[in-house]
């Protein structure tokens, strides 16, 4: 990152429009052993750069990862382009009714009963700052 | 992971392929602050699932970071087929002329000047363990 050439509002509106046209992105957590862990995801909501929604398996190992410690990192890139973000932020555990509700999309179905199913959590991650960069011409922002 | 059914040959045979068909990986270490960063990075050498390679700016933020913790996580996965590794070990900044020379390609010419550029550093990951996962259908091994 030789060049830090965009300003905190155009790195925030690269990174959204970015956001919106991927599948995948990758979370990183501090994992056991001072070592770091990370998985491929796939968001279930996105609001703007500020908060990305996921659902997980009540059994995964994230969340003992983020029970221990909530901060965690995000990443995801164009193929074609290669532009990229990262997000870092907190990433919080939900089970009320009111956030399952929120991110229910039909594609969950294939993975869970339904809104309720007690094995699916909610997972939501709060934005403190980003990074967006393409071909060294980069930029980065707080929320 | 709710399940693991394969053995760690298994495993390590099918991270050892899906590797091989990726472009990207993602990068995880031990950030700043107690964060974990993250980033896309592409493997210059891929030595089976023992040894990957990449190379990066001296500048880059991740020679800091490794300098501090050389703990390391590296995750890809098919967007075809949705199938995932992760494998977890310690990155090591090389700066020698052999290790420069083994990486070397082509297609590093548009980055560096050369194998010798001065601001070019040799990242090599040494995986201590692995994990597969397509579907469900997972499996863990160690090297």
Redesign the interface.
């Known amino acids: 990152?030789?060049e830090r050439e965009l300003t905190e509002k155009e790195a925030r509106t690269k990174v959204e429009k970015l956001l919106s046209t991927v599948?995948?992105v990758?979370?990183?957590?501090?994992?056991s052993h001072?070592?770091?862990?990370?998985?491929?995801m796939m968001p279930v909501k996105i609001d703007g750069v500020e908060k990305i929604w996921f659902c997980t398996?009540l059994?995964?190992?994230k969340i003992i990862e983020l029970i221990k410690?909530s901060?965690?990192?995000?990443?995801?890139?164009s193929?074609k382009s290669m532009a990229?973000f990262?997000l870092?932020g907190s990433m919080h555990i939900l089970d009320d009714a009111a956030s399952r509700q929120y991110v229910w999309n039909e594609e969950l179905e294939s993975q869970y009963t339904g809104e309720d199913d007690p094995t699916m959590r909610v997972l939501r991650f709060d934005v403190i700052s980003g990074m967006y960069n393409n071909k060294g011409k980069s930029g980065i922002f707080t929320i």
Chains 1, 2 share one sequence.
Not at 26 to 31: D, E, W
Not at 34 to 40: M, S, T
């Open positions: 990152m030789k599948d995948t990758y979370l990183a957590t501090n994992g001072g070592h770091p862990n990370i998985r491929p398996d059994e995964s190992s410690d901060k965690a990192a995000i990443s995801g890139h193929p990229e990262r870092w």
